[in-house]
Every structure is written in C-alpha cells, then in structure tokens.
C-alpha cells in the first residue's frame, strides 16, 4: 500500500494533466473564427443543408459529449486530416518527428557533456575570471533568440567559414538514398553502411544542435554551479579538506555525487525546452521536424495539424517533465515521504 | 534635518514618511550593484527611446526610397536599410514601442491574474485550492511558445492575440509564487485581527494579502520580462506576431533572413536590440531579486 499509493498518485496527476492538455486544445479548435459546418458546406448552402451537416458532424452535442468523442478519438491515435497535405495528421507527425528527435537528443547530450563540467569548474573557480565567463554564457541563454543565433550561425559558420552544412537535414543529391528504418538519419546511415550521406547528415545536424545544446548548457551550467556551491559548503567537505583529502577528488566524489539526483531534473527539464526550442530553430534550418510542420501548419491555418503537434509537443514535454520528476523521487531518498 | 535623515528616520511619523524611507533604502540598495545598475540604464534607455521615437529617428520607419535598398550601415544609414530602402535604424528605435508595449501589457494581464488565482487559492485553502492550483500546475507544465503559438493560430495573428496567448501562457508562474507567499503569513496573527474587526474575505485577500505577495511577483516579473520578449519576437519571426509593415523586431528578422547571406545587416540589427533590452530585464531583475527577496539570493 504504501508503496502503490505513490504511483498512483503519479499515474493520476499525469492522466489529469494529459486531459487538461486535450481541454486546452479543444477549446482552442472551437475558438477558431472559422465555421467549420460553412468550410464543409460552403457559405451558400441552404439553412437545411447546413443544420443537417451540422448534425451529422456532431456539433450540435452538448460541448461535453463533444469533448468526450474528441478524447477518444486522440487516445485512439486519431488526430483528423491535414488539409495541406491531405494525409492523417497523426501519420505526418510520425514521419517527422524522429528529425526532431534526433536534433534535441543530440542538443541535449552537448548540453550535459559541456554544462555540467562548467558548472562544476565555475563552483570551485567561483568569482574568478572562468565563473564570470560561465556566467555571461548564462545570461545569454536567456537574453538571445534561438532564432536570431540560428541565422548567425548559418552565416559564419555554413556561408563563410564553410565548416558545415547548410539548411536542411543532408545534401539535396543523397534526399532519399538512405532506407527510413528508425527515421534518425545518422543511424540508418551507419546501418547502411553508407558513410558519405553519415557525413552530410553530421556536418547538417551539427549546427542546430550545437545551437540548441548551447541554451541547454547555459541552464544547466548554471544549475549545476548553484548545487555545487551548496555542496561544497557543508561541513563533510571541510573535514574531507582536513584529511587531505586531493581536490578533484573532493570535486567529483565528495561534492558532486549528492547533486547528480538533482541534475537529472535539470536536465529533464531543459530536454523538454528543447523540443520546444526546436520551433524555431527548425524553421531556421527549413529542418523537417514536428516544429517546422507546426509552423507551415499554423501558416496555412491547417488546424487540425497545429492542434496535432501543439498535442504531441505537449504530451512529450509533459512526459518529460513528469518522468524526471519521478526519477527523482524514486532516486533520492530524501524525497520519499 | 536633512532629506536623508527624515527618509532613514526610524519612527517616521506619516505613512508616506514611512512608504519614501522604504523605496529609499530599495534605491539606495539597487545603486550599489553595478549589474542592476546597467539593467536600469538599459531599461530606463528603452522607455526614453520609446517615448521620443519620432524626434530620435532619423528617417520614416515605414517610407524608404527603394533607390537607396540594402544599403550597408554607413554614416547616413548607421544599421544600413532594408529591401524596401527604409532606414533600419529609425525602424529599430520605433519598434521600442511595440516591444514595451506588448511586455507592459502581458504583464498588466497577467501578473494580476495569477496574483489573484494565487493569494485566493492560498487564502481559502481546501477544494478551492486544489481546484485552482490543479488548474495551474496543468497550465505550467505545458510547454509555454507551443501553447502561445496555438492560441494564436485560433486567434489569428496580431499584436493584441499575440499579447493575450503570451499572458495566458504566462500567468501561472505567478500564481504558484503568490500561493507560496500566502502560506508563509496565512496564520499570522495581523489577519485573525483583521477578521476580528469584521472584515469581508474580498478585503483581506484585496487590501492585506495581496500588497504582501507583491514584491515576490514584481521581481518574478521582470525576471519573465525578457522571457516574454523572446516569445513576443519569436512570434512576430514566425509572422504571428506584430504584421507589415510594423516595425516589430522578430519579423524584421524574419524579413531580413532572405538576404541574410549577402545583406547581413537587415537580420542581425534588430536581433542586437532584442538582446540588449532582454539582457537588461535580466540583469536589474536579478538585482531585484537581491534587494527584495533576500531569501532567494543566488550564491557567489
């Protein structure tokens, strides 16, 4: 029981969230200016056209019935057709989002291997030179677009120094050449065995990521600065010092495993941000991912598609979310009440 | 006696004696942290810029002469002009005005907002509070552009549908902070003497709950500030935003990115303002925060 009544808890607060989630974005499907009986049955049809059409799509049902049916229609994977490109929206968020996938995987591995070293450097360097670089690093996290960096970015390092590759995910002549297994192209180049379209799809996803890596390792960077401060404040690390105990050693082994629990929150956290991040820096790098088909969506007023991915990015980030923060309770036995 | 002496006066002897001593001591704080102080200047520089635009800009923000197009900065042209010939600077200097007035409005939406949400549900505690903060912890843990952005899409672009999607995805941050204050006093003994005189509930949440949740929510604000012109931006790239031919710094961006590789300056300027006015929120709200929230001061 006591052990059970935890995760139940979980698996409710999480079912609550995922139906507010699906609240938000029917409400916002019927705030839409447009008619959605006049966009089937044209603004010239008679009143009994309209009111019979109006029935048969349902919309005459209290909202609350309306709600219900759409909840099960999303639970069973149905999120409507696309008007632009007239396949199921679900089918078309499946297609895209390993690209999306793959960029913030990759943005958020730079993010921990670079971030969290600095943070730690920055927490036993604090107030010299490399702590005030860390933490100008981390005011421009907050303080640059994405978007704005992606096309500085683009200049300098794609048109100028010509050091990778452009927009898109790989050169134009090898689109298609490699079999979709997984829909991550630097592994199902490296299953194929063909090391030339691996190389174009590195030197194309390298940028984006290392763009969106760079928000991530601010943040985190900065996090993990504050809980090593805090560590290496305790008493158990002064009577380490006392013992003689080697600096580094007092770094990572004393001070920095009691946060690394801390950290995967922080690192949950700023994944989630990232595939939120990637709206625009897809739409930057024209990368065909959850984002970029968002935003041609919301450009082509293609509702059911925005509502789709609006619905997919939330379920992943709430996912994400929620998930480190069960890791965390299940890790960190403090937490456990 | 000086003016000093009657603000730093220990027993002062009017309530607004009292309200100048404490802004005094606040001001008087902030001007020895030389960060916040730049955060101030920058601040106080975008509300100047903003109020005098049409004096300041050298040229029309919407009129160019197409014969002087994507010239590159010079000294008749300091950020050069863009594909239409208009003069990037006098735009940048007039789209100070759209970026305050789209962070002065979400803000006035909603801080009061989740101010109101919070000191209620931590006031009344109970179903009221479960009710409100579920309501809220659904609306944070949803990623905050992805729900701007949809709410535009139904909306349909514009500043003013631009400002409401980022104050509705906004609010709850406050609203948690507002609670979190609530129930650190809400047992103090001021408020059983207020509720002692016969005091309405909407009195006391209104007149002593909330004034006392207000420093924690104008720091939380200001810190958000540049988070919300980061959004407001990113919307107005995304051609969701503020529409042409305003001088909004995202879609200038956006405009500018068709000439980004040859014509680097029309995308990169605008970008610069977005930066410096972001970083000063930053920088005098972490000021803020120091002077008026002791408690979360960050370390070091």
């Given at each position: 029981m006591t052990r059970a009544l935890p995760a139940f808890q979980f698996l409710l607060t999480l079912a609550v969230t995922f139906l507010g989630l699906l609240a938000i974005t029917f409400v916002i499907g019927r705030v839409v200016p447009i008619d959605p009986v006049?966009?089937?049955?044209?603004?010239?049809?008679?009143?009994?056209?309209?009111?019979?059409?109006?029935?048969?799509?349902?919309?005459?049902?209290?909202?609350?019935?309306?709600?219900a049916r759409y909840v099960v229609q999303v639970v069973q994977g149905d999120l409507g057709m696309s008007v632009s490109t007239g396949r199921p929206v679900a089918e078309d968020l499946a297609r895209v989002f390993p690209a999306t996938f793959e960029m913030a995987t990759l943005g958020i591995l730079i993010g921990v291997v670079i971030g969290v070293p600095m943070g730690v450097i920055a927490a036993a360097r604090q107030g010299r030179w490399i702590d005030q670089v860390i933490r100008v690093i981390g005011l421009a996290g907050y303080a640059i677009p994405a978007f704005w960096l992606g096309l500085i970015g683009l200049v300098v390092f794609y048109a100028n120094l010509r050091w990778v590759g452009g927009p898109g995910r790989i050169d134009f002549f090898l689109?298609?050449?490699?079999?979709?297994?997984?829909?991550?192209l630097l592994v199902d180049s490296a299953i194929d065995g063909n090391w030339e379209a691996f190389a174009s799809a590195f030197s194309h996803i390298v940028l984006p990521s290392f763009i969106l890596g760079f928000f991530a390792l601010a943040y985190i960077a900065r996090m993990t600065r504050s809980f090593m401060l805090e560590q290496l404040g305790q008493e158990f690390i002064t009577t380490a010092r006392?013992?003689?105990?080697?600096?580094?050693?007092?770094?990572?082994?004393?001070?920095?495993?009691p946060i690394r629990v801390q950290l995967i929150t922080v690192i949950g956290l700023s994944y989630a941000g990232l595939l939120e991040g990637s709206v625009m820096i897809e739409t930057v790098f024209s990368w065909p991912g959850i984002g970029n088909y968002l935003t041609t969506a919301?450009?082509?007023?293609?509702?059911?598609?925005v509502l789709g991915a609006t619905l997919v990015i939330g379920a992943v980030f709430v996912g994400i979310n929620k998930g480190s923060d069960a890791l965390y309770r299940v890790l960190d036995p403090r937490a456990r009440t | 006696m000086t003016t000093r002496d009657w603000l730093l006066s220990d027993d002062p002897e009017t309530r607004m004696q009292a309200r100048l001593g404490v802004a005094y001591r606040l001001a008087r704080d902030l001007a020895r942290n030389p960060l916040a102080m730049v955060g101030f200047a920058i601040i106080l520089g975008l509300l100047l810029v903003a109020a005098f635009a049409p004096w300041l800009a050298p040229y029309s923000p919407v009129e160019g002469e197409l014969a002087n197009r994507l010239q590159p900065p010079s000294w008749t042209h300091w950020m050069g002009t863009d594909e239409l010939g208009r003069d990037i600077l006098s735009r940048v200097i007039h789209g100070a005005r759209i970026t305050l007035t789209i962070v002065l409005l979400v803000a006035v939406i909603s801080a009061?907002?989740?101010?109101?949400?919070?000191?209620?549900?931590?006031?009344?505690?109970?179903?009221?509070?479960r009710v409100l903060m579920g309501l809220t912890d659904i609306f944070l843990s949803l990623p905050r552009l992805v729900l701007a952005l949809a709410f535009v899409a139904a909306l349909g672009p514009g500043i003013e549908n631009a400002v409401i999607a980022i104050a509705i995805a906004a609010w709850p941050v406050y609203a948690r902070i507002a609670r979190a204050e609530v129930l650190t006093f809400k047992g103090a003994e001021f408020l059983d003497a207020i509720r002692m005189q016969g005091a309405s509930k909407l009195r006391i949440i209104a007149l002593h709950v909330m004034p006392l949740c207000m420093s924690s929510t104008i720091v939380r604000v200001t810190l958000d500030m540049a988070g919300i012109i980061l959004t407001a931006a990113g919307l107005g790239f995304l051609g969701l935003g503020a529409q042409p031919p305003l001088p909004e710094w995202g879609a200038m961006i956006s405009r500018?990115?068709?000439?980004?590789?040859?014509?680097?300056?029309?995308?990169?300027?605008?970008?610069?303002?977005?930066v410096i006015v972001s970083l000063g929120f930053c920088l005098?709200?972490?000021?803020?925060?120091?002077v008026l929230d002791p408690k979360q001061r960050s370390r070091g």
């Open positions: 006049v966009a089937v049955v044209g603004d010239r049809a008679s009143m009994e056209t309209y009111n019979a059409t109006k029935e048969a799509m349902g919309l005459d049902d209290p909202l609350l019935v309306q709600f689109d298609g050449m490699v079999p979709v297994r997984t829909g991550l006392v013992k003689g105990v080697p600096e580094r050693l007092i770094l990572w082994r004393h001070a920095f495993r919301l450009l082509n007023a293609d509702m059911n598609a | 009061p907002l989740g101010l109101l949400v919070g000191t209620v549900a931590g006031y009344f505690g109970g179903w009221v509070d500018g990115r068709s000439f980004i590789l040859d014509q680097w300056w029309v995308a990169t300027m605008p970008g610069f303002a977005i005098f709200g972490d000021g803020l925060r120091d």
